[in-house]
């Protein structure tokens, strides 16, 4: 059974993950957490209550949510094609 990075924590647990998720930039540490937002609907209300907690972050969150998007849209047309 496998649990996902951001609904299962839950609370200030939360917040501390997505802490060290903006301070990872680049790093594939978070992979599986990228992948849960992409696929877990419980993660993304999750991360965004902790993302409204941490206000100072939201330039680097949303780089990051960019990039993430991006790169599954990609990937979800390679797949089509």
């Not at 594939?28 to 993660?43: G, R, V």
């Not at 969150?61 to 790169?71: A, G, I, Y």
């Amino acid at each position: 059974m496998s649990t996902c990075c951001w609904c299962t924590p839950g609370g200030s647990s939360t917040i501390d993950v997505l802490k060290r998720y903006a301070s990872s930039t680049g790093s594939s540490e978070f992979q599986t957490a990228d992948e849960d937002l992409c696929y877990c609907l419980e993660c993304v209300a999750e991360y965004h209550r902790a993302r409204d907690e941490v206000p100072f972050l939201h330039e680097v969150l949303w780089e990051l949510e960019t990039l993430r998007l991006v790169s599954h849209f990609e990937k979800s047309m390679k797949a089509e094609a």
